[in-house]
């Protein structure tokens, strides 16, 4: 990993980006069905084109009707998403995304299944044009009691689980009758985190890549699968915001909102722009790296549990 860290160094540009590109790494051991996940969000992109990094033994297996032609290290999607199938090189083919003239809007990054995500979250963010938006651990519901027993997979396991902020437990399906002992155990290992039941992967893409470029909406996953269904709600500003106001009311979002994303124009502080970032219990309000609008409106969306969704209490935050 330290070498990984200071080739990365080595490689990436000095000077600061005028973009940054937001990374989410799909974690989990073998056979918990990261590459599933990965294939459901290039189908189901939300209108973002989207690159994907493969940390593997092989490349991504890309269900074939989605692939349309092979050029080197790319594959060209009918989405039009860009995948590249990588070997190690992690920091030469996050460059050479960065360096692309039609440069993707976010990266997926599927880890190995024995991979620490932590150690590959230092190494990719060393390229200050990426930052990391969400590390999502899927769990094999059918097998992690047992890993977690047996002292040859329990550290890698405990690892994957300890560093998600999304952490999903899927095949949810086929252990019925052992569903509340893995909540608990996973709530044991990582208190506090967004916990999902799901089936064949089935993250939806406004939750596994960040809040959407649509209105309000509520969504849920397909009939039969396990996962939650989600709320969002879309707040707007035509005018510059007060920001003493906005930061108060994001401390004051309620628990149920797991993911956040908002863009500011304040009052004072001529044309910046700044952006709100919130997964789980990561967030951070930054600078806009990216070229400044010419309208001064804020856009604030927000995600979160319909079980727990309360609209009053939303709608008198904001």
């Given at each position: 990993m330290l070498m990984g860290i200071f080739e990365a160094a080595r490689i990436v540009p000095r000077t600061a980006p005028s973009f940054t590109l937001p990374l989410t790494i799909i974690?989990?051991?073998?056979?918990?069905g990261k590459t599933t996940l990965v294939n459901r969000l290039l189908s189901d992109p939300a209108g973002r084109r989207i690159a994907v990094l493969v940390n593997d033994f092989a490349a991504v297996n890309i269900d074939e009707e989605l692939i349309r032609f092979r050029t080197g290290d790319a594959i060209g999607l009918t989405n039009g998403c860009a995948c590249?199938?990588?070997?190690?090189?992690?920091?030469?083919?996050?460059?050479?995304?960065v360096e692309r003239s039609d440069p993707p809007e976010a990266i997926v990054l599927e880890a190995s299944g024995i991979a620490d995500p932590?150690?590959?979250?230092?190494?990719?963010?060393?390229?200050?044009a990426v930052r990391l938006d969400a590390i999502i651990t899927l769990i094999?519901?059918?097998?992690?009691?047992?890993?977690?027993?047996?002292?040859?997979?329990?550290?890698?396991?405990?690892?994957?689980?300890?560093?998600?902020?999304?952490?999903?437990?899927?095949?949810?399906?086929?252990v019925e009758?052992?569903?509340?002992?893995?909540?608990?155990?996973?709530?044991?290992?990582?208190?506090?985190?967004?916990?999902?039941?799901?089936?064949?992967?089935?993250?939806?893409?406004?939750?596994?890549?960040?809040?959407g470029k649509h209105g309000s909406s509520v969504f849920a996953c397909s009939p039969g699968d396990h996962?939650?269904?989600?709320?969002?709600?879309?707040?707007?500003?035509?005018?510059?915001?007060?920001?003493?106001?906005?930061?108060?009311?994001?401390?004051?979002?309620?628990?149920?909102?797991?993911?956040?994303?908002g863009t500011f124009s304040?009052?004072?502080?001529?044309?910046?722009?700044?952006?709100?970032?919130?997964?789980?219990?990561r967030e951070a309000l930054e600078p806009s790296s990216e070229p400044i609008a010419t309208h001064s409106e804020s856009r604030l969306v927000l995600i979160g549990f319909s079980n727990s969704w309360k609209k009053a209490e939303i709608s008198a935050l904001l």
């Open positions: 974690s989990g051991f073998l056979g918990a590249c199938s990588i070997n190690g090189d992690l920091v030469k083919a996050i460059q050479r995304l932590r150690g590959i979250a230092q190494i990719a963010l060393a390229n200050p094999d519901a059918e097998t992690c009691l047992e890993r977690l027993q047996d002292g040859r997979t329990r550290s890698t396991l405990m690892a994957q689980i300890s560093a998600a902020d999304i952490i999903a437990i899927n095949k949810i399906d086929l009758a052992r569903c509340k002992e893995i909540r608990e155990t996973v709530e044991s290992i990582a208190p506090k985190r967004v916990l999902l039941e799901t089936t064949h992967g089935n993250v939806p893409t406004e939750v596994a890549l960040g809040a996962a939650t269904g989600f709320s969002s709600a879309t707040r707007t500003w035509k005018d510059p915001v007060d920001r003493t106001a906005i930061e108060r009311a994001l401390r004051d979002l309620p628990p149920y909102v797991i993911r956040a994303k304040f009052k004072g502080e001529g044309d910046k722009r700044y952006v709100y970032q919130r997964v789980g219990g």
